[in-house]
Structures are given as C-alpha cells and as structure tokens.
C-alpha cells in the first residue's frame, strides 16, 4: 500500500523558515515525480514545486527564490525548504507522488 506521510509543519514567524518532509512507503521510489502542493483556506490547491526523478526541479513563481524541493532516493524522502516565509504562505501543505496524496501539514506563518 502506497502512503506518504508529510511532517515538519509549524508556527513561524515572518522571514522565518520550515523544512517539510514527506516519507514515502510502498513505491518503487526512485522512478516517481515528487511534488508539493499547498491549499490555503478558501483557495483551490496548488502547486507549490515539483522534482523529477533524476533531480530536476520546478516551482511556483510564488515561491521562487524562497523554496526549494530535494529529494534523497536513498532515504524514499521528499523535501521542500522554505525560507524567508510571508503570511501568505500559510496553508496545509501536502506530498503527492503519483496518485497518492499525504495528509497534510498546517504551516502557519504569522507574528
């Protein structure tokens, strides 16, 4: 059974930083996309950043600059490095590896 379980979430204040984690299980890791999305409250999901399976990357014009998507095949982990976060960043944030989404975890961002 495919599960991706998110953590590293928290309180922040502005201009601080977070790093998320996504463990993966139950995938042949090292050949699937990761990607992170965020939904804010009353706003659609969307994509926050994206790493292919040999490392390459994309992210969100939002977020350029600020965060940064890894991942560790070895470890079957996604990462997503967030730096110089804004209040506007606060959201649930989530893993998605092909069709299997995480949980989520609250990311709060607020003096």
């Known amino acids: 059974q495919v599960q991706l379980v998110e953590s590293g979430g928290g309180l922040v204040q502005p201009g601080g930083s977070l790093r998320l984690s996504c463990a993966a299980s139950?995938?042949?890791?090292?050949?699937?996309?990761g990607n992170w999305y965020r939904q804010a409250p009353g706003k659609q999901r969307e994509l926050v950043g994206s790493?292919?399976?040999?490392?390459?990357?994309d992210d969100a014009d939002s977020v350029k600059g600020r965060f940064t998507i890894s991942r560790d095949n070895a470890k079957n982990m996604v990462y997503l490095q967030m730096n110089s976060l804004k209040p506007e960043d606060t959201a649930v944030y989530y893993c998605?590896?092909?069709?299997?989404w995480g949980q989520g975890t609250q990311v709060t961002v607020s003096s």
């Open positions: 998605r590896m092909g069709d299997t």
């Open positions: 790493i292919t399976k040999n490392g390459f990357t």
């Open positions: 139950g995938i042949i890791f090292s050949r699937i996309p």
